[in-house]
Structure formats: structure tokens, C-alpha cells
């Protein structure tokens, strides 16, 4: 088989929780109706690990109020190392980008709702992502701020 006929290859080695926290405040949160005000932040990163190797983690910070008061905090950090060979250049960032967090996430999901439970609150099931919608409006943006300082 020549070089020009390898079968690209992609696929999950080995999945991971690299950075995990919880963190409830103050008890009082505890004496009060239930009535939360969340805010989430979702973010991804890839790094090259050796030549067909990545690592990428999906990061989420959820901070919970109730009554202008902390909560709780969740920071969870999913990672995975993902085998990646002969996949065509272009394609990769669409593979760290997208399709590499769509199998993480629900690992993430569930560390969360494990977390968030195990503290004592009710069940936070994150809204499921679709990460290429994503990826290709991010991919927009940043062709439009590219545009953008090209004509200033």
C-alpha cells in the first residue's frame, strides 16, 4: 500500500477526568428555597502529544447562585487522548475542534450531575452541544475578524 492510499485512523484511547472541583460556600444555601440562577462556561483545547497523538479536554465552570449568594461552583476538566493518523490537515481542526468534544461531553455531563448531586443539590443534566454548529460559527467569526483588520 503507498503512502497515498493509508487509511486515515481516529479513535479514543484512553478518557480521563483531569481537573475536577466542587465547591458549596457557605451552608446557608442549604435553609433557603431553591430558586438558581446559573452560569455556565464551555471551553475545549487540543495539544499534540506526539506525532499521532492528541489530548483534548473539555472544560466547564458552572457557578450556581440562589438569592444572589454562591451556591456552589463546579469545574470540571474531561480530557482524552485520541489517536490521530493520516487525517488530512485541513480536517483536523474540524476533529479537535468538533467531533473530538462531541465524544467527551457526555463524560463531562455526567462527572457534573455526579458532583453537583453528590453535594446535596438537585440534578444538572447540561444541555446537550452540538459542537460542529458550533465549530462553523466559531469558524465564521474568526474569517469575519480576519476580514474585518484585513480592510482596516
Known amino acids: 500500500m503507498s503512502e497515498e492510499q493509508v487509511q486515515p485512523q481516529l479513535a479514543l484511547e484512553r478518557i480521563y477526568t483531569k481537573d475536577i472541583s466542587f465547591e458549596v ?3 446557608q444555601v442549604f435553609t433557603k428555597q431553591w430558586q438558581p440562577e ?3 462556561n464551555l471551553s475545549s483545547a487540543a495539544e499534540k502529544i506526539d506525532p499521532n497523538h ?5 472544560k466547564v465552570v458552572v457557578q450556581a447562585t440562589n438569592e444572589s449568594e454562591t451556591a456552589f461552583i463546579v469545574d470540571v ?10 487525517v488530512e490537515e485541513d480536517r ?3 476533529v ?6 462531541n465524544i467527551l461531553f457526555p463524560f463531562l455531563r455526567e462527572a457534573v450531575n455526579d458532583l453537583v448531586t453528590k453535594g446535596s443539590f438537585p440534578q444538572l443534566l447540561l444541555t446537550p452541544i452540538n459542537f460542529d454548529a ?3 460559527a466559531n469558524m465564521q467569526r474568526l474569517q469575519a475578524e480576519g476580514d474585518a483588520q484585513g480592510q482596516a
Open 25 to 27: 460556600p457557605g451552608a
Open 38 to 40: 446559573l452560569n455556565i
Open 54 to 58: 492528541y489530548e483534548v479536554s473539555l
Open 77 to 86: 476538566t474531561q480530557s482524552g487522548i485520541f489517536l490521530v493518523d493520516g
Open 92 to 94: 483536523l481542526p474540524y
Open 96 to 101: 479537535l475542534g468538533a467531533y473530538c468534544p
Open 134 to 136: 458550533e465549530f462553523e
